[in-house]
């Protein structure tokens, strides 16, 4: 993860010191604090047919494999509607937001660092799928052929999906 070196604010070097109980930098010039807090990410879930889409990631971190639609949230944006976005953006379909499926700590080594993953279950209402320039493909799965570290995950709302009508 990079870290900052000099105040965002003024631009005199940071200085490490306790406040609030934590090791952080901060500024002696100005009141800027470096406080580390988690990114919030939304991530969709999205099923049709009982088969879920998933995107080959164009971008790190994780490049090249298969995973759920996602994204950072944006300010002013609540998780739903970042969630639907990022969706719309890396596979051309439109959903809806069926539930929340939880919340989930992510420790993202190669560039993020920690991150905190809203997932929500959403039913896909499009047929053709338009990767967006953040994803090298998109396609449906079926339950079957999820990737292990998928269905690791989300092993409670698969199952639930395999056993329900509306799906
Ligand atoms: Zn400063």
Do not use: H
């Amino acid at each position: 993860m990079k870290e900052y070196n000099y105040c965002p604010i003024c631009a005199t070097s940071l200085q490490m010191g306790m406040i609030e109980g934590r090791k952080r930098k901060y500024c002696p010039e100005c009141d800027f604090v470096d406080y580390k807090n988690p990114l919030p990410v939304a991530l969709a879930v999205a099923v049709k047919d009982k088969r879920f889409l998933l995107i080959k990631r164009g971008l790190p971190p994780r490049k090249g494999m298969w995973g759920a639609a996602s994204g950072f949230i944006e300010i002013g944006e609540t998780p739903e509607e970042a969630c639907l976005r990022e969706l719309k953006e890396e596979t051309g379909v439109s959903g809806e937001i069926v539930k929340l499926v939880g919340v989930i700590r992510i420790d993202d080594k190669e560039i993020y660092g920690d991150m905190l993953i809203v997932a929500y279950l959403v039913k896909v209402k499009d047929e053709k799928l338009a990767p967006g320039s953040e994803a090298e493909d998109a396609r449906f799965f079926d339950i079957a052929e999820l990737p292990g570290y998928y269905s690791f995950f989300l092993k409670d709302i698969i199952e639930e999906i395999q056993n329900q009508e509306v799906f």
